[in-house]
């Protein structure tokens, strides 16, 4: 046949510095716009005459998080811990639960309803609760409250992949007269990959976010949300802001390993291919 | 023994549709079947029951003197679709060998086979490629390597060419005619295209509608092995013109336009 390997898109090539380089600066957009936003905010609270101690300038919050490094640090490694868990924790559940409802779909109907019921619950009443139950100073009830926030998208896009199999990808299975595991393992699964990890990305911020709220009703003395909200309470305004912001760069580093687990294991889709 | 053998069959859906009524055909060895007609007339639908995807309501099915069932279990079919249905998450190669690993053949056995698969479509070089990398006409042939990779007895091919383009679609029917010689398969192909059905086939079925049914049976006696120049002998055209009468008699709907066409005619 005449058509040579000229007639199709070559397999991603270059080199890792080539690469690099393109991505740098796929990125100088967002630089660029978190820049203006650094200035503009230092400059407005000196021309505008805002109070310091209420809106303390992006400099000022640098030198407090060098001075506090090491307090700050582990206090959002501990908080990061305590996000993992809870994580690892509703993330696994979801996997499991949506594996489940999507091979016996009766008893998923039987299940569905309280799935969605259970994430209309209000996290910030729910976390006092979790605090009675694991005891206050305990990371497991922080890990109850992140895992409770990560099940619920979890759980809705795996069973919306695993669902969303073509029915001839199934026909084919079942014309090589593969078995239900089979199927689940070749087809549903790898098909159901790319939801799964969509909505790992949006719970690995979820997971950092529960732990922090659940902290804010009592937590270990060396947790990130009981530093944030006791600096807050007491009016150590630039010590909270810096608190926020370590927060931000854990919940961020956690989304970018995910991404990058994301990257590994998906490497035929185009996307993530090139 | 026929590798196909249909015997009364009929297929009637939920709320009362008849797709299929008294289908009676027998498929001998080697032989190249066609099904033709019109959207709606269950050549897909008598396709799938062959291949055990549907269940018939009626009469019976034997592939290779077993039922179809049995049939499936035992991997006596490769089935191509019009989508190729390749996996995306799967090379070239471990596509064709996906029937391998699930009848537990060993690594290097699989390796093997995919190789000599390829060789057979025309792709080697492309075994590390993903499926999107493909341009359809090549997926396709993937999806044809794949169904032939555990050398069954029979191929079952639902419109493959449908979604190509016709220069395309002329190349991968000479593709086709080669791979069906040197792998001595039966084929039973579903197509709409009656230039297709004649250049490929030893045996056109025309299937009619309302209810679905095979209303005429053409052998076509073209030489083998056909070749490009096989489309512009008066002998194709022939058959093509006989076909496609065929066709048009087998419609209700057909008929009765051409009477009343012929009813206005002034005299």
Redesign the interface.
Known sequence: MSSGPTAVQPLPRGTLAGRVGRRAVDWVPALVVLVLVLVFWQESIAVFHIKRFLAPQPTTIARTFWSDRHELLSAGWFTFQEALGGFAIGSGLAIVFALVLARWRRFGAALLPYAIAGSAIPIIAFAPIMNAWFSPFSKESKMAIAAVLCFFPVFVNTLRGLTSVRPTSIELMHSYAAGEIETFRRVRIPTALPFIFTALKVASVLAMIGAIVGEYFGGSFNALGVLINSRSATFQFKEAWAGIGVACVFGIAFYLAVALVERLTLRWTPSTAQ | MSVVEITGLGKTFGAGTTALQGIELAIEEREFVSLIGPSGCGKSTLL?II?D?IAPSAGKVLVNGKTATQA????D???V?Q?P?L?????VARNIS??LE?SRWNRRRRAERVGEMLELV?LT??E???P????G??QQRVSIARALSFDPALLLMDEPFGALDEMTRE?LNL?LLRIWEASGSTIVFVTHSIAEAVFLSTRVAVMSPRPGRISNVIPIDLPQPRTAATREEPRFFELVTQVREALHLGSDLDRQLAESTRAERPT
Do not use: K
Request: proline share 3%.
């Open positions: 799938r291949g995807l499936r279990v035992d991997r079919y490769g089935i679709f989508d249905v996996y995306d998450w799967r090379t996906l029937p699930l025309e070089g492309f590390s490629h993903y999107w990398q493909l341009s006409g090549m190349r593709e």
